[in-house]
């Protein structure tokens, strides 16, 4: 589990926000004014129309952002938003794809 300062409380869009799009998920990401980056993850009910489905595909982008969360830029906050084409079951590919997009992106 994210600790309690990587956690984005409350979500709100913003002018400034930046978005990313790719195949399995959108990034979208904006200054917070602070030394911690703060994540949050969204996944709709056109994913899938059961909770448990949509609670295991945040636990498994949790989980592959946990991994990597020391090496994001501090200050930002960062949501992802998932699409119809992850597969909760695809952990190794989204901590992969996660990993090349914040190795290469400074956002």
């Known amino acids: ?32 004014g602070e030394e911690t980056t703060k994540f949050a993850f969204i996944v709709s009910k056109k994913i899938d129309k059961r909770a448990v489905v949509r609670n295991r595909t945040k636990r498994v982008l949790r989980s592959a952002i946990e991994e990597m969360v020391r090496k994001v830029n501090g200050g930002k ?7 119809k084409a992850l597969i909760p079951g695809q952990k190794k590919e989204i901590s992969d794809l996660l990993q090349g997009v914040f190795r290469k992106r400074t956002f």
């Open 77 to 83: 906050n960062i949501i992802i938003v998932a699409k």
């Open 1 to 32: 589990m994210l600790k309690k300062q990587n956690r984005l409380s409350r979500i709100t869009k913003k002018r400034g926000d930046k978005l990313f799009t790719f195949p399995l998920f959108n990034l979208r990401v904006s200054d917070n």
